[in-house]
């Protein structure tokens, strides 16, 4: 149940709100408009007036709520109407008039505006005109000619939209902490549907400009790509004549002046005013020349791979900032995905999106690998010939999404927590679209019985709590085929293979065959080491494992096996 607090202003407040209330809507979506709840039980009801002409009963009605406000003259507030629609969710059951009444005067109780048991309170009234959703008015001024105590209103609104929840077995919403986007308003949501967009504007500038942000490298590209993708910019000018801020619009959404309808990027999401675009800009700006270049799927793998020990091991700072980097990566990826998995990651994206934001300030600063790698997928369109790319960073964002949602918990941010468990579920769905055809491309390259039998009792020796698990998984003969690519590309398959399993557990893995598949992809196309270096390696595995290096003798264990480094 989401209750929403409207402030009016001017003489005419209380008609304008009254009249609306009881008109046909801008999209003519009010039927049977209707009281269900008052001040006093018998306020004038112009929807339900047999004997009387609706504008009389509407006239009177408005004179009645005014006549507190109209008593203080001057000395009336600048704000003389309180307004708060209530709606409930759309799976919720419908309703009775009686039901809508008890809600009304819980929540005016709640707000302050009308006390339970205060004969002297605010007068108000609740009005039905549909299924789901009633609205409430209220002028701010007491019988007794005092304003009413209603400070925190919108706290104290939602804390009972909880409890009414509970009560009446509605869908139950989870508790925020200011720090979500704020919603279309249903006057949006109609001028959306006359203008035949999918969405309401708000969401669609709220989307384009976070994927602005997410694929610009600077300021200057953050721009042109709003222009390219049809939004209309307008920048907020100080003395000295800088840009402190700007406005998003789209050219199709206009008002009755045929004017664009702009929206200042903070009211599209906190994270959105141009102070903290430039600020996200700042750790992105291009790499300088000399960079070393890489393959940015594997890079941006690797930096995805690292956000749980981001999440687990480090201060709440950084973790917050991997969050933000994380929704950036989801903001990018279905802009460069398949056109079979655009709709599974866009909808990720945009639940994961409420799973950026928190009261815990973030630092960005260990966000530059991945967030620049995943600009230089989304500008340089690198090779993805069979999908593994997306495959292995999709297995990645998988486990990060999943521990976020845990970090999330375990700092009792509820709506966060429940936005990247929406996340998680379309991502799954995309996940296994991308990596079944890649699998079983792999598989069709399976190595001889006598090279997987090599890998089968190697990975036996050294991770036996989860050899039977992958053996037995049909990902196994993907393993064992990147695992002789690699030994092709002139690896050490067994040395790259301690590798995979030392990077991290595969305690948290789905499925840790799969997870090793494209660990090991990874590790064999990078470079192959010198001599000297898979000497070293063949060393430390056999320190490892307790099984000779070549030309040396075999030594007992150091620990047993329970205890060795996975």
């Known amino acids: 149940m989401i209750p929403k607090i409207i402030l009016s202003s001017g003489p005419n407040a209380t008609r304008r709100t009254i009249g609306y209330l009881f008109g046909k809507g801008r999209a003519n979506e009010h039927t049977d408009p209707h009281l269900v709840a008052s001040w006093n039980g018998f306020a004038p009801d112009p929807g339900r007036s047999t004997h009387r002409d609706p504008k009389d009963a509407m006239a009177q009605l408005v004179a009645q709520l005014d006549q507190p406000v109209k008593m203080l003259g001057d000395k009336a507030p600048k704000d003389t109407v309180w307004h708060c629609p209530v709606r409930a969710a759309p799976e919720d059951p419908i309703l009775t008039d009686a039901q809508w009444d008890d809600i009304a005067r819980r929540i005016v109780a709640a707000a302050g505006i009308a006390p339970t048991g205060d004969e002297e309170a605010c007068r108000w009234v609740a009005v039905r005109h549909a299924d789901d959703h009633i609205h409430i008015a209220a002028t701010l001024v007491r019988q007794d000619g005092r304003r009413p105590e209603r400070g925190y209103d919108q706290r104290a609104v939602q804390r009972e939209a909880r409890k009414i929840e509970v009560d009446y077995g509605l869908r139950r919403l989870k508790p925020g902490d200011g720090t979500g986007a704020k919603r279309p308003t249903s006057k949006e949501h109609f001028k959306a549907k006359r203008l035949g967009q999918d969405a309401a504007t708000r969401d669609v500038l709220r989307l384009r400009v976070r994927r602005a942000v997410a694929a610009a490298s600077e300021e200057a590209e953050f721009f042109a790509l709003l222009e390219a993708t049809g939004v209309t910019v307008r920048l907020k000018l100080g003395p000295s004549g800088d ?76 973790a917050q900032g991997q969050l933000v980097a994380l929704g950036a990566t989801l903001d990018v990826l279905p802009i460069t995905a398949p056109a079979a998995v655009k709709a599974e990651l866009e909808q990720a994206a945009a639940a994961f999106e409420r799973a950026t934001r928190s009261r815990i300030a973030a630092d960005l600063d260990s966000t530059r690998v991945l967030r620049r790698s995943v600009q230089a997928i989304w500008r340089d369109h690198p090779s993805d010939g069979d999908g593994s790319g997306l495959a292995m960073l999709l297995d990645t964002v998988l486990t990060a999404v999943a521990y976020a949602m845990h970090w999330h918990r375990t700092h009792q941010h509820a709506q966060q927590e429940a936005a990247a468990e929406h996340a998680l579920v379309h991502l799954q769905i995309a996940y296994a679209q991308v990596a079944e055809p890649v699998l079983a491309g792999l598989a069709q390259r399976t190595p001889s019985l006598q090279m997987k039998q090599r890998f089968a009792r190697h990975l036996q020796q050294v991770a036996p709590e989860y050899a039977e698990r992958i053996l037995n998984d049909a990902a196994w003969d993907a393993l064992a085929a990147v695992l002789t690519a690699a030994e092709a590309a002139g690896h050490n398959g067994t040395a790259v293979l301690d590798q995979a399993l030392g990077q991290r557990t595969l305690d948290d893995a789905n499925n840790p065959a799969r997870a090793l598949t494209w660990r090991v992809r990874r590790l064999g196309e990078r470079h192959v080491p010198s001599p000297r270096a898979q000497a070293a390696n063949a060393r430390s595995t056999a320190q490892r494992t307790g099984t000779p290096a070549p030309g040396a003798v075999a030594a007992p264990p150091a620990q047993p096996p329970s205890a060795r480094r996975r």
Do not use: M
């Open 243 to 318: 840009a402190l801020g700007c406005n998003f619009a789209l050219p199709s959404d206009t008002n009755d002046k045929g004017e664009p309808v702009f929206y200042a990027g903070s009211t599209l999401a906190p994270d959105l005013s141009l102070p903290k675009i430039r600020k996200s800009l700042a750790t992105t700006s291009p790499e300088p020349a000399a960079a070393r270049p890489g393959d940015p799927w594997h890079q941006a793998t690797a930096a995805t791979d690292r956000i749980p020990h981001h999440l687990t091991r480090g201060d709440d700072h950084t």
